[in-house]
Protein backbone atom coordinates (compact mmCIF):
# COMPACT_ATOMS: atom_id res chain seq x y z
CA UNK A 1 0.00 0.00 0.00
CA UNK A 2 1.25 3.41 -0.97
CA UNK A 3 0.73 6.24 1.58
CA UNK A 4 1.60 9.71 0.64
CA UNK A 5 1.99 13.04 2.92
CA UNK A 6 -1.32 14.54 2.81
CA UNK A 7 -3.17 11.29 2.73
CA UNK A 8 -6.41 11.14 5.34
CA UNK A 9 -5.64 7.90 6.83
CA UNK A 10 -7.56 5.87 9.96
CA UNK A 11 -5.54 4.15 12.53
CA UNK A 12 -6.67 0.43 12.81
CA UNK A 13 -4.34 -0.42 16.11
CA UNK A 14 -3.03 0.38 18.79
CA UNK A 15 -4.04 2.81 21.52
CA UNK A 16 -5.16 5.69 18.58
CA UNK A 17 -7.16 3.04 17.20
CA UNK A 18 -10.32 4.95 15.36
CA UNK A 19 -8.69 8.24 15.06
CA UNK A 20 -8.67 9.90 11.65
CA UNK A 21 -6.29 12.36 10.88
CA UNK A 22 -4.16 13.70 8.08
CA UNK A 23 -0.37 12.03 6.90
CA UNK A 24 2.23 14.83 8.60
CA UNK A 25 5.14 12.73 7.34
CA UNK A 26 5.76 9.47 6.31
CA UNK A 27 9.13 7.68 6.48
CA UNK A 28 9.52 5.17 4.22
CA UNK A 29 13.26 4.01 6.29
CA UNK A 30 11.36 3.18 9.52
CA UNK A 31 7.88 2.51 7.72
CA UNK A 32 6.01 4.77 10.30
CA UNK A 33 3.65 7.43 9.32
CA UNK A 34 3.26 10.85 11.74
CA UNK A 35 -0.28 10.89 11.88
CA UNK A 36 -2.45 14.85 12.81
CA UNK A 37 -3.65 13.59 16.48
CA UNK A 38 -3.28 10.50 16.59
CA UNK A 39 -0.46 8.66 19.02
CA UNK A 40 0.21 12.35 21.08
CA UNK A 41 2.88 11.61 23.49
CA UNK A 42 3.56 14.41 26.27
CA UNK A 43 6.86 15.27 27.27
CA UNK A 44 7.69 17.28 30.16
CA UNK A 45 10.56 19.77 28.99
CA UNK A 46 12.60 22.13 31.79
CA UNK A 47 12.89 25.40 31.48
CA UNK A 48 15.86 26.91 29.79
CA UNK A 49 15.36 30.97 29.92
CA UNK A 50 13.00 32.88 28.91
CA UNK A 51 12.48 32.12 25.75
CA UNK A 52 12.07 28.81 26.34
CA UNK A 53 9.68 28.45 29.28
CA UNK A 54 9.23 24.88 29.60
CA UNK A 55 6.45 22.85 30.30
CA UNK A 56 4.44 19.95 28.54
CA UNK A 57 5.24 19.36 25.34
CA UNK A 58 2.50 17.20 22.72
CA UNK A 59 3.96 15.91 19.57
CA UNK A 60 2.59 13.13 17.60
CA UNK A 61 4.59 9.79 17.91
CA UNK A 62 5.51 7.40 14.44
CA UNK A 63 2.77 4.69 13.56
CA UNK A 64 3.57 1.96 12.10
CA UNK A 65 2.21 1.79 8.57
CA UNK A 66 0.69 -1.68 9.33
CA UNK A 67 -1.34 0.43 11.85
CA UNK A 68 -3.25 3.03 9.45
CA UNK A 69 -5.38 2.57 6.39
CA UNK A 70 -6.43 4.83 4.01
CA UNK A 71 -9.44 6.98 4.71
CA UNK A 72 -12.17 6.61 2.15
CA UNK A 73 -14.70 9.75 2.37
CA UNK A 74 -17.77 7.63 0.31
CA UNK A 75 -17.29 4.60 2.61
CA UNK A 76 -16.57 6.98 5.54
CA UNK A 77 -14.50 3.97 6.91
CA UNK A 78 -10.50 2.79 6.22
CA UNK A 79 -10.21 1.04 3.06
CA UNK A 80 -7.99 -1.10 1.03
CA UNK A 81 -6.85 0.39 -1.94
CA UNK A 82 -5.63 -1.07 -5.02
CA UNK A 83 -3.54 0.80 -7.70
CA UNK A 84 -5.20 1.20 -11.31
CA UNK A 85 -3.97 2.43 -14.10
CA UNK A 86 -6.35 4.29 -16.84
CA UNK A 87 -5.70 3.41 -20.36
CA UNK A 88 -4.19 7.17 -20.53
CA UNK A 89 -1.49 5.40 -18.32
CA UNK A 90 -2.35 7.42 -14.73
CA UNK A 91 -1.94 5.58 -11.96
CA UNK A 92 -4.51 6.08 -8.89
CA UNK A 93 -5.58 4.40 -6.06
CA UNK A 94 -8.87 2.84 -6.16
CA UNK A 95 -11.31 1.89 -2.95
CA UNK A 96 -11.46 -2.19 -3.18
CA UNK A 97 -15.07 -1.46 -1.65
CA UNK A 98 -17.07 1.13 -3.34
CA UNK A 99 -14.33 1.89 -6.70
CA UNK A 100 -13.78 5.16 -5.46
CA UNK A 101 -10.82 6.91 -6.68
CA UNK A 102 -8.86 8.30 -3.87
CA UNK A 103 -6.50 11.08 -6.11
CA UNK A 104 -8.46 13.54 -8.04
ZN1 LIG B 1 -14.81 3.33 -0.52
Known amino acids: M ?3 TGDTVVVIAGKSK ?3 GQ ?3 YSAKTNKVIVEGANIQTRHTKPRGPKNPGGIVKSEGGIDISNVMLYCSKCDAGRRFSNVVDSNG ?3 RVCVKCNSKLDK
Open 2 to 4: RIK
Open 18 to 20: GVK
Open 23 to 25: VLK
Open 90 to 92: NKS
